[in-house]
């Protein structure tokens, strides 16, 4: 197998590597310990195009690779680890989901945000009883007038303080085949966000 980068490659993790000195390590070490999320760091990220890699064009994407967007994220980390950490929520993880999921009309409406780094998306997994296990989860859905009543709570969702949207999985019904998840927009009635924990790191 061959671990070397193409020329493609190549080129590209030059371009991030030379955004990333010039815009993102000139105060990187403040915002590493800032509190609040550097939302004009992440609107410059996307300007840059570095959000959605992956994502095919039609959704507002860029069309790369997987590939693409682990160069990408390696090259910004080595000039600024916190926008690293921007790069990636901006290609894995829940919007990476919501991607492949959501329906047309969800993703008119919510995309343009997302990668657009004016608004971000938060997963709701991990709960007090069942860690990170989703078959053991317990947050149920029901149907209810007009869409789905939630039961539950979770713990350890990155972003939750500053995210406008939720991925919330949950159990529509027994088994492996019950589970699925949930777009929860912030604000929605009875949903409510404890208090911010921290990362080891201090984030």
Known sequence: MDFQL?????????????FA????????????????YPW???????????????????????????????????EV???CP?????????????????????SAEQKKRFLPDLLGGRKIISLGMTEPEAGSAVTD???????????????GSKIF???SPEASLFLVYVRFGPGVGGIGSVLVERGAP??????????????
């Open 6 to 18: 193409s020329a493609d490659e190549n080129a590209f993790a030059e371009s991030v590597r030379r």
């Open 21 to 36: 000195r010039a815009e993102l390590a000139p105060g990187a070490l403040a915002r590493a310990h800032e509190g609040k």
């Open 40 to 74: 004009d760091t992440a609107q410059k990220i996307a300007k840059q195009g570095l959000m959605g890699i992956a994502f095919p064009q039609a959704d507002g994407g860029a069309g790369g690779t997987l590939m693409d967007a682990v160069i990408a994220i390696q």
């Open 77 to 79: 980390a080595l000039a």
């Open 82 to 102: 916190r926008s690293a950490d921007i790069v990636q929520a901006g290609n894995f993880g829940p919007i990476r989901t919501f991607v492949e999921y959501a």
């Open 137 to 151: 989860l317990r947050t149920s859905a029901a149907k209810d007038a007009g869409g789905y009543r939630i039961d």
């Open 157 to 159: 969702s990155t972003h």
């Open 190 to 203: 009875g949903f409510t966000i404890g208090k911010p924990s921290r990362f080891m790191n201090g984030e």
